[in-house]
């Protein structure tokens, strides 16, 4: 019996490193994501009022608290995909397409923001910054990940 170790192929060295990106980019979301989320449940004063709400009154934490169980539900996607994001590329598009309905409905809340709104316009502001951010690097690590992918596939048939 051969108990010798062999040094992995350049493809499997080659897909290493996307996987990881893609890995990191996707928890650096997920736990910027959860951070909010947890933020917003436990402490909700704080943000009512940069989204206009009465911040003593409880409306305005019930409100806060509400977006933070979104984020908390909207999250829920993400370790699979972190854990082994080849094998979870369903799911990897289902967040990336979650992340781009933030995107689009934050700018479009954003854009239909009538003047005078300044606290609001700038929560809004911060969130699209990030949401943008976050969906480009994960769909670049991502794409890089399926084209290295491709690339193994294509060398493991040679």
């Known amino acids: 019996m051969d108990t010798t170790r ?28 959860v951070h909010c989320a947890l933020s917003f449940v436990i402490d909700p004063a ?16 019930v409100a806060v608290r509400g977006m933070g169980i979104a984020f908390l539900m909207w999250n829920c996607t993400y370790p699979l995909v972190i854990w082994q994001p080849g094998r979870h590329r369903a799911l990897a598009g289902v967040v990336l397409a979650q992340q781009a309905v933030g995107l689009v409905g934050e700018t479009a809340i954003y854009l239909g923001l009538p003047a ?25 690590t991502f794409a890089w990940l399926l084209l290295a992918e491709r690339r193994r596939g294509a060398h493991d048939e040679c």
């Open 46 to 61: 704080p943000y009512a009022a940069g989204f206009e709400l009465a911040s003593a009154g409880l409306p305005g934490q």
């Open 6 to 33: 062999t040094t992995p192929a350049p493809a499997t060295a080659a897909h290493r490193a996307p996987t990881w990106a893609c890995r990191a980019a996707f928890a650096l979301v997920f736990v910027v994501n």
């Open 116 to 140: 005078g709104h300044a606290a609001l316009a700038a929560s809004i502001g911060r969130f699209i910054a990030f949401d943008g951010f976050g969906l480009v690097v994960m769909a670049v």
